[in-house]
């Protein structure tokens, strides 16, 4: 029993596993359709799924394989609203990259699968040569004669989807070429997926066998608006919004994740009961202090519905420092929901101390979701899955993690070297019942956890799990809050 005050021990989590990574293109015009059909589909080889390769091998006519170009693209353009396809610029100049840096022997460098890869997962982590290890950026031999390599890519909070085990290695040959292995295969597919980021948009053919036009897919839409609209307002069912993870990431910018609650008891089966899972699209907007909104974000997900008829997911997004509300929606069926929540953004690159959110989770041995549609792909952080309760309510049978990330450590003008002390405790009516002791780092950011913290023996009620930072160069010092509940 935790009668007194208990030392907790900390665990060491690699603050590489707590750096949210997030691509970001810019807008660039859309290059003008490639009709040559077979040729086009080559050149993006790695970015098509496998019914779309099915039904594009079905259209004979060149009209049909011209609009499956067009829906193709609009399935992954992350802002409809602009005249240009963002994904569309991004893969075009990728291409042309690659086609600098591994053009040989009369190949294009964007047809090998080197280019290929590059087009669907950017720029590796690290590339493995035969004897030696190198960072891609210093890669100058991709440029001349080629050697066997292996470039590996490692998963990153915020990322659509986590490679299996939180890392994947792909080997290349001389001729950049690599074999498709089950698990090579599996990752590289997933990634696939998770481009599409309109899909509600499909491939609708007409009664003479036609693709129908992609503006008359999109019309057909319209019959089940989502509500993206910095004022608009629809609650076809309760809907609440629970904020929870926000880090810094290397670009700059923050990613935010948190969950959505759906109250789905009024959406009955044909038995009266509410279905026992769901296909569903969880969308999110940034909205920032001027009001100007930035483009939606849409994810498909699939989850079982409680017995007492809740609906659990995950959203997740990169945002630049500011004021932000943020609009979740979800949209089941023909019946949709939005909800909004404000957040703050602190600049993580500016001087001074500053502390990410303390975010408790339970014990959990998941791995990763194999499929994107997984409803807590939002909280995949290397070669784990984080599964946060909604509420922060835990069972005496649960063990407990806690996490936060510390940023901004002064570096001393002697030594040169930042010095950071941090603590972590569990607090219960302004006493702390189970306390960590003070750990202290040399880094301008650190993580300070503890976990897994067995609840057998804490009483039932309400807790506070509370860090506490000191920038012992500058004396700033900072403090977090989360509250949770522990229930018989």
Not at 5 to 10: L, P
């Amino acid at each position: 029993m935790f009668a007194a005050v208990s030392d907790m021990r900390f665990l060491a989590i690699p603050l590489g596993c707590l750096s949210a990574g997030a691509i970001v293109v810019g807008a660039a015009a859309a290059p003008a359709a490639n009709t040559s059909g077979e040729r086009w589909f080559k050149e993006i080889r790695l970015l098509v799924l496998p019914d779309e390769e099915a039904l594009h091998a079905s259209l004979a006519d060149p009209a049909d394989r011209v609009e499956f170009e067009r829906i193709f693209w609009a399935r992954r353009d992350p802002d409809p609203m602009t005249p240009a396809n963002e994904f569309q610029g991004a893969v075009a100049r990728a291409r042309s990259r690659a086609d600098e840096r591994f053009t040989r022997s009369g190949q294009k460098g964007s047809d090998t699968d080197c280019g290929q890869l590059f087009v669907l997962l950017g720029e590796p982590t690290e590339v493995i040569g035969r004897e030696t290890k190198v960072h891609f950026d210093a890669a100058e031999a991709l440029r001349g004669s080629r050697r066997p390599e292996v470039w590996i890519y490692r998963s990153r909070p915020g990322d659509a989807v986590a490679f299996t085990g939180g890392e994947l290695r792909v080997a290349l040959d001389e001729e950049c070429r690599f074999a498709e292995g089950a698990r090579v295969r599996d990752d590289l597919l997933r990634v696939a997926r998770s481009k599409v980021v309109q899909p509600r948009l499909g491939y609708l053919k007409k009664p003479d066998g036609h693709l129908a036009r992609l503006e008359d897919v999109r019309a057909a839409l319209t019959a089940v608006p989502v509500p993206t609209a910095p004022g608009a307002t629809r609650a076809d069912f309760p809907l609440a919004l629970e904020p929870k993870m926000l880090l810094h990431t290397p670009g700059g910018e923050a990613y935010s994740a948190g969950l959505l609650r759906a109250d789905l008891k009024g959406l009955r089966a044909g038995d009266g009961a509410p279905p026992p899972a769901l296909d569903a699209t969880v969308t999110v907007q940034a909205v920032d202090a001027a009001g100007q909104a930035a483009p939606m974000i849409e994810r498909a997900v699939r989850a079982a519905v409680s017995a007492d008829g809740t609906f659990t997911a995950s959203y997740g997004l990169p945002l630049r420092p500011g004021r932000y509300v943020l609009r979740v929606g979800l949209l089941a069926g023909d019946k949709t929901s939005v909800a909004s929540t404000p957040i703050e953004v602190p600049d993580y690159d500016a001087p001074g101390l500053k502390l990410g959110s303390l975010l408790v989770y339970p014990e959990t041995s998941a791995a990763p979701p194999a499929d994107a549609r997984d409803p807590y792909s939002a909280f995949t952080v290397g070669a784990l899955r984080l599964h946060p309760r909604f509420g922060n309510v835990f069972a005496k049978v649960d063990s407990l993690h806690a996490v936060c990330v510390i940023y901004g450590g002064q570096p001393d003008a002697a030594t040169g070297k930042p010095s950071l002390r941090a603590r972590l405790s569990f607090n219960k009516e302004g006493r702390p019942v189970a306390m960590g002791q003070p750990e202290t780092f040399d880094t301008a950011s650190a993580v300070v956890s503890v976990g897994p913290v067995p609840l057998a023996d804490f009483t039932p009620g309400r807790y506070v799990a509370r860090v506490e930072a000191i920038d012992l160069v500058s004396g700033k010092s900072e403090t977090q809050e989360t509250a949770f509940e522990i229930q018989p």
